[in-house]
């Protein structure tokens, strides 16, 4: 079944709904005209274990109070938006954890199709930490893989914690990098159909990481992004020379070029999208309109606006509204 578009979505009539969502349900075809849409805030609902009528009328009756209209689907069974005109942080507190295996996303409903994405890459758009997996071929995995979990709890400096890691790693043949990236380097899932997607309805998609040159052209080139932003290892004579070229792209440089992309396209922060795992990623994820912690170490999602712990990066298209019949895959 095709799903209808979301300029004109389909609403879901279930006699069990609380009345709070009763009445927006319109008598011609289950669909509420557009001069009847005057909601400020959408909640969407995105269940990576399906998502029933049931789950709607719990999470309706859970925002009563911030007068919801009728939950539309987005995907049926999957995703599914409830608007609403309350607080929505009351909305987030009260939707967050109801359901099992559900992400919410609460935002406002205008402006919801994003213009611009800045991505984090390890552990982000990708499955791995790429200088852990250099580090495993150095036979020093553990060693490493210790600072970059602290580093990305915030419980390091991220530059002095990036040096320190590189300089253990001096003298590993350069080789070693293509053999990496070949056997190590997977795509997180959804990465393809997230930044495509937002590609070909418009928006600009840029990857800034942490990480290296070495893999992150790479794998944006793989993806599909626009532009690539990362840190340079030093390589001389075919072996790395224990560090990093400067300036180092942390957690400011993220920011800096969140800001300096947006204002290159005429755009407000309000219309950006940022998205990471790690404690660097905070900084930008604070300044974009929509700001994810995705699968995030426990600092980032707490301050992050919105949170993906249970789904793939396709949840990220669900939240700007688009059904998979919409994607580019």
Avoid at 118 to 123: E, G, H, I, P, R
Avoid at 130 to 152: N, S
Wanted: some cysteine.
């Amino acid at each position: 079944m095709m799903t209808p578009p979301l300029n004109s979505a389909s609403f879901i009539a279930n006699a069990d709904l609380p009345l709070a969502v009763g009445p927006a349900i319109s008598a011609s075809g289950g669909r509420v005209a557009a001069s009847e849409e005057c909601f400020l805030f959408i909640a969407t609902l995105i269940a990576a274990e399906g998502l029933g009528d049931e789950g709607l009328a719990r999470a309706s009756a859970a925002i009563a109070a911030l007068e919801p209209a009728a939950p539309r689907w987005i995907e049926p069974g999957v995703a599914a938006d409830i608007p609403f005109s309350g607080d929505p942080k009351v909305a987030r507190a009260a939707l967050e954890g109801l359901l099992p295996k559900t992400d919410v996303i609460v935002q406002p409903e205008a402006g919801r199709v994003k213009q611009l994405i800045v991505a984090d890459m390890d552990s982000t758009m990708i499955t791995i930490e790429c200088i852990d997996e250099l580090a495993d071929y150095a036979g020093i995995k553990p060693q490493i893989a210790e600072i970059t979990e602290r580093a990305m709890r915030g419980e390091l400096d991220f530059e002095g914690a990036l040096d320190a890691r590189v300089a253990l790693l001096k003298g590993l043949d350069a080789r070693v990098i293509d053999r990496c990236y070949a056997e190590r380097v997977v795509i997180m899932p959804g990465a393809r159909e997230l930044i495509r997607t937002m590609r070909a309805n418009g928006a600009r998609c840029v990857l800034v990481s942490g990480g290296f040159t070495v893999f992150a052209d790479r794998v944006a080139e793989e993806i599909g992004f626009d532009r690539a932003l990362s840190n340079t290892l030093d390589i001389a004579d075919g072996a790395l020379l224990g560090t990093v070229s400067r300036p180092i792209v942390g957690a400011a440089t993220k920011r800096d070029a969140l800001v300096a992309e947006a204002a290159a396209l005429g755009l407000g922060h309000d219309q950006v999208l940022a998205v990471g795992d790690g404690a660097n990623d905070i900084p930008m994820i604070e300044m974009a309109g929509l700001g994810v912690a995705y699968h995030a170490k426990p600092k980032t999602a707490a301050a992050a606006g919105a949170r993906i712990d249970h789904n793939d990066l396709t949840a990220l298209l669900y939240a700007q509204g688009l059904a998979r019949i919409d994607w580019v895959i």
